[in-house]
């Protein structure tokens, strides 16, 4: 439960952004610990500018960002990622050939003896899963046999890995 107390997580303020026209202005929030946040508006609204702005796919042209009361200005995805913030695209980015187990630790794969450790990546998969309710779900079904809300889940499964 989030305390309204407590010092914010992530700050913005007077987030703007311009291309050739404003498509963001004056856009100002604070996530406090425990706070769950949703943004809402119609298409073209900017939801989608500013959760990029913050996850460092795109600059703000702007506004001052803050996290855990220090500036905070990402210069890429792995910068943000990095500093444990991390988005869950629309348009997803799993590989639907690939097994769940196998999508949730593509760049970290444990191996033994230089081949993957099949028996600790369905462990390390299923627990990853357990965190976000996919827990009757086998980690070795392909992605692409997964409906949208539950390879939306995985996705979600991933983004939590380190954090």
Known sequence: ??????????????????????????????????????????????????????CGLVQSTTGAMQLDGQPYQPRSRTEAEQLGIRMVMQELNLIPTLSIAENLFLNQLPQRFGWIDKPKLAALAQAQMAAVGLTDIDPWTPVGDLGVGHQQMVEIARNLIGS
């Open 1 to 54: 439960m989030s305390n309204p107390s407590s010092p914010a997580l992530l700050s913005l303020s007077g987030i703007g952004k311009t291309y050739v026209e404003p498509v963001l202005s004056e856009v100002s929030l604070e996530l406090r610990p425990g706070q769950i946040l949703a943004l809402t508006g119609e298409n073209g609204a900017g939801k989608s500018t500013l959760s990029k702005i913050v």
